[in-house]
T-cell receptor, first 117, second 111 residues
Framework: EAGVTQSPTHLIKTRGQQATLRCSPI?????VYWYQQALGLGLQFLLW???????NRGNFPPRFSGRQFPNYSSELNVNALELEDSALYLC????????????????FGAGTRLSVL | EDQVTQSPEALRLQEGESSSLNCSYT??????LFWYRQDPGKGPEFLFT???AGEEKEKERLKATLTKKESFLHITAPKPEDSATYLC????????????FGRGTSLIVHP
């Protein structure tokens, strides 16, 4: 069974540009979570999508946005890139919301390394 | 606000030298404490979930324990392949289902 897949692996942009990151969850998983992991920092929660809807948002500016498609894959868009946006962006997925009450185990992809020059 | 503090930030061990990693947490009603392993440039890999004080989980050379205020990840006779960053996360009550992660402990095991 395929795990969480993210693309691209690496992304190099210049300040002010837009970046689009993609995530495909594990088959059967409907929830997708996005995290930012900057060097030396812990995982910072960005966005949570479930069943196509945005369920929760972390403490990030509005230029961080995303969406979830009918097949449960997801995109993270970062507009007006700034140097401090350089980080590893991780996507995680979990099964149907009601099934995760007890377990809530998030399965992570390998991430997209975004470098803003 | 949920808080997670991991210590030490970095740990260097010789192969076979057992030790423990600490995860101290503050949460109003624990709904789960999670341990992950993260290799450089990769996503976190799930290791354990603990739900109540006194609970223990084991996997190969790793053993996780939980009290009301902290969790320990014990590493027995570590090998170089155990080198990684170990992350701890907690989830509290409420409908957000979003865990709070600590900054991790970077473990290096020398042969």
């Amino acid at each position: 069974e395929a795990g969480v897949t993210q693309s691209p692996t690496h992304l190099i942009k210049t300040r002010g540009q837009q970046a689009t990151l993609r995530c495909s969850p594990i088959s059967g998983h409907t929830s997708v979570y996005w995290y930012q992991q900057a060097l030396g920092l812990g995982l910072q929660f960005l966005l949570w999508y479930d069943e196509g809807e945005e369920r929760n948002r972390g403490n990030f500016p509005p230029r961080f946005s995303g969406r979830q498609f009918p097949n449960y894959s997801s995109e993270l868009n970062v507009n007006a890139l700034e140097l401090e946006d350089s980080a590893l962006y991780l996507c995680a997925s979990t099964p149907l919301l009601r099934e995760t009450v007890a377990k809530n185990i998030q399965y992570f992809g390998a991430g997209t390394r975004l470098s803003v020059l | 606000e949920d808080q997670v503090t991991q210590s030490p930030e970095a740990l260097r061990l010789q192969e076979g030298e057992s030790s423990s990693l600490n995860c101290s947490y503050t949460v109003s009603g624990l709904r789960g404490l999670f341990w992950y392993r993260q290799d450089p440039g990769k996503g976190p890999e799930f290791l354990f979930t603990l739900y109540s004080a006194g609970e223990e989980k084991e996997k190969e050379r790793l053993k996780a324990t939980l009290t009301k205020k902290e969790s320990f990840l014990h590493i027995t006779a570590p090998k170089p392949e155990d080198s990684a960053t170990y992350l701890c996360a907690v989830r509290g009550p409420g409908g957000s289902y979003i865990p709070t992660f600590g900054r991790g402990t970077s473990l290096i095991v020398h042969p």
